[in-house]
């Protein structure tokens, strides 16, 4: 890498390789230039893996290479700012896997003195990595494997002190569930792609930042502007208001499921929920809420819930509730039962499990067994066995261990009509937000890559001539001009994803923005998004800079999908969004056309710089500054 160009404010400029076999530990220090052109979060991350991560890895193998990164503004006192991500080989799709977090964690990492953490390896016995005054050390962790996340918690906390954070594996990530988690905290997630299995199969019980001081704000006054614009004025945004009032632990609302917008139910096969009040984010509120979850001041939303007694009484030092998880385990499996959600959920954070794969997993399992494709009596709304059967999921006992593998590894050891029903695009199973009354979210679930992921672009309805009101204020700067029919997935829908994907990826996925403070649907605009990066690093930092670091992470992540042996064919959705209608509620007939699900594919691939075969042309990579990339070809 070229010379050092000196500190930047909002990083250290200073990333640790670990590598565990040799138990070896050195640093990099990339110059500004690096910085502006991968920022952080999925752009860096993915740099890393493709340069050191040899062609066709196991993702359970000791070749795989994890990378735990802030980013060039994350962690600092501003709202929004407290996310950090991990990267590695996804052991669910053979793909990229990705996963962001809000927490205090990731304001720890930034405080750690290090920028990223690139672990490679495999360690003989287990271990936790530690990144303190930047610096990073292994130690042994003999002690700590087998227990669960908690008490893991307790303990590094007990040793280190209360300015330790944590990222750990549970049970599930031990025993190498694809779908495995890496819990932060305790009470927060980084659910998505089976990183906790990553970890697992190196011997990694979890990562500990030592939180000492955060990275200098370069210019503090202009950094400024932007927070207290943020917070005079973020309450007039409807969603703002809404998730600090009510959080975001459920969107559930009391009405009937259907009225406002189809659930996801029974695998997909239904979209209204008459028990829907039972489950609805106002009870969630109003019964099992408690107060005093530890965040920073920029998570206003987080909230903690606990049932405190009976036969699914919660343990207390947990309490999260990552934001789909009541919608994946209550309706998804026809429970309405929330005190057997809330232990279900309970049972993620204690394992580290992902709530989505978990229970779309499950659902696959109940659908097939009333149609006798497996030998299955666990049923749709049988709450009773729920509980059991996360448990015989993350110990891999019973028929958990072949739900362990997700749905889609587990319908390919049954017959072709249990293979049509895995709910899953290129491994990862489908979130529960129906993409059939969202032809634009459902492109998007496709060809995403890391796979289908309810927040890849922000959806259908909300750029409709009906969405919020303020929708096009807030996306003219990166150039969204005009609304679009919510049900349209022509010339000027396909635009509308490949332009929503590159903000996504490069302000929330790559920046490290949080979602719940961001332009268009919350408040901070574009604008003010890029008053406080440049404020942070003291950089004449742009709007045009910032997508084209989300193109680079879309790129790259492509070029790795592509090499890694995805195809064009893994660009899909099950067959029931094509095949079957919505049958009732609001949308009652909506289906995604295959034909012109076939057009929007190709134009999206066309518009975003790959080849027929979705490969990145040439010229994509040569705009980007990506040549290297073909030099592994």
């Known amino acids: 890498m070229a010379e050092n160009q000196g500190k930047r404010g909002g990083h250290w400029g200073r990333i640790a390789f670990v590598d565990l076999g040799s138990e070896q530990i050195r640093y990099e220090e990339p ?26 890895t196991d993702p359970l193998s000791s070749e795989n290479v ?24 996804s052991p669910l799709t053979g793909g990229m896997g990705e996963s962001q ?21 495999r360690s003989k016995q287990p271990v936790i990595v530690i990144a303190e005054k930047g610096e990073a050390r292994i130690e042994s962790a003999d002690k700590l494997w087998g227990l669960d996340v908690a008490d893991t918690h307790d303990q590094i906390l007990s040793k280190f002190g209360s300015s330790a954070h944590t990222a750990l594996i549970g049970k599930a990530g031990e025993n190498l569930v694809r779908y495995a988690s890496v819990v932060n905290d305790c009470k927060f997630m980084s659910c998505r792609t089976g990183l906790g299995a990553v970890l697992g199969s190196k011997n990694v019980k979890g990562i500990v930042c030592l ?3 955060a990275p200098e704000i370069a210019n503090q006054a202009l950094a400024d502007v932007a927070i207290h614009d943020f917070w005079d004025n973020r309450l007039t945004n409807t969603l703002n208001l809404a998730q600090e009032s009510a959080g975001v632990g459920s969107w559930i609302a009391d009405t009937p499921g259907g009225d406002a917008w189809p659930l996801c139910l029974k695998n997909f096969q239904r979209s209204v929920f008459p028990a829907v009040a039972d489950i609805s984010g106002s009870k969630l509120e109003s ?42 385990l209550g309706p998804m499996t026809w429970c309405d039962d929330l005190e057997v959600v809330l232990k279900m959920i309970e049972l993620t954070y204690r394992f580290g499990l992902d709530p989505e794969s978990l229970g779309v997993s499950i659902a696959w399992l109940m659908e097939a067994g009333e149609k006798g494709l497996i030998d299955s009596d666990i049923r749709f709304g049988q709450k009773e066995q729920l509980v059991d059967l996360v448990n015989d999921i993350a110990l ?49 679930y496709a060809a995403g890559p890391i796979g289908p992921d309810y927040c890849v672009i922000e959806h259908d309805w909300d750029y409709s001539p009906v969405g919020f009101s303020y929708i096009i ?29 590159r903000w996504w990826s490069g302000a929330l996925e790559s920046i490290l923005f949080d979602l719940f403070a961001l332009a268009p649907a919350r408040y901070m605009p574009p604008t003010m998004v890029e008053t406080l990066i440049r404020g942070i690093t003291g950089w004449d930092f742009s709007i045009l800079e910032l997508m084209m670091i989300g193109e680079r992470r879309i790129v790259m992540m492509q070029e790795f999908n592509r090499r890694e042996g995805l195809t064009k064919a893994d660009d899909t959705l099950p067959e029931r969004f094509f095949e079957e209608p ?7 007939g909506h289906v995604l056309d295959r034909s012109e699900f076939k057009k929007a594919l190709e134009l999206y691939y066309l518009m975003s710089g790959f080849d027929s075969n979705g490969w990145p042309t040439e010229a994509k990579i040569t705009e980007l500054e990506l040549n290297w990339l073909l030099t592994s070809r």
């Open 211 to 213: 939180a000492d001081r």
């Open 101 to 121: 977090s809000v927490s205090p964690f990731g304001v720890a990492l930034a405080a750690s003195g290090v920028d990223a953490i690139v672990i490679r390896g």
């Open 473 to 501: 204020e807030n996306s003219r700067a990166y150039g969204m001009l005009e609304r679009n029919d919510e049900k349209d997935l022509g010339p000027r829908k396909v635009r509308q994803v490949v332009m929503l994907q």
């Open 582 to 588: 919505i049958c009732e509620g609001k949308y009652r």
């Open 287 to 328: 019964k099992y809420r408690v107060n005093g979850l530890p965040t920073p001041p920029n998570i206003e939303y987080a909230r903690e819930y606990v049932v405190t007694s009976g036969p699914f009484a919660t343990d207390a030092r947990y309490g999260g509730c990552e934001v789909n998880s009541v919608a994946a």
């Open 396 to 444: 891999r006992r019973g028929i958990g261990d072949l739900l362990a593998e997700g749905c889609a590894r587990a319908a390919a050891t049954l017959d072709i009509e249990a293979q049509k029903i895995a709910m899953t695009s290129k491994g990862k199973e489908i979130p529960p937000h129906e993409p059939r009354n969202k032809p634009g979210l459902a492109l998007a």
């Open 31 to 56: 110059d500004s230039n690096f910085y502006r052109r991968y920022g952080g979060g999925g752009a860096l991350g993915t740099f890393f893996i493709l340069r050191d991560m040899p062609r066709g």
């Open 66 to 89: 994890f990378v735990m990164t802030s980013s060039i503004v994350a962690g600092v006192d501003a709202p929004g700012l407290s996310k950090h991500s991990i990267l590695a080989k």
